[in-house]
């Protein structure tokens, strides 16, 4: 599971299909446009794709399937 959380009056439609051309999923969005949330497997360079994509994007975190944890990203 990624979440990624943005900045308020990010543009929530630009945001979700970024999130869907990158991955193949669509997010779940939640408070108010600022947290989207999708269950997908996270390469390296994924995440460095959609980090660089959006001036918006305040933070990403999630879990990983081998185990229970969590990865920040700011």
């Known amino acids: 599971m990624v979440e990624i ?18 991955t193949g ?20 360079e994924l995440l460095k794709e959609i980090c660089e994509s959006q001036e918006d994007i305040v933070s990403m975190t999630g879990d990983y399937s081998g185990g229970k944890g969590e990865i920040t990203l700011n």
């Open 5 to 22: 959380e943005t900045e308020e009056g990010t543009d929530q439609e630009k945001m979700k299909n970024m999130i869907f051309e990158r």
């Open 25 to 44: 999923f669509l997010p779940s969005i939640y408070e108010n446009g600022t947290q989207y949330v999708v269950n997908m497997r996270l390469s390296l």
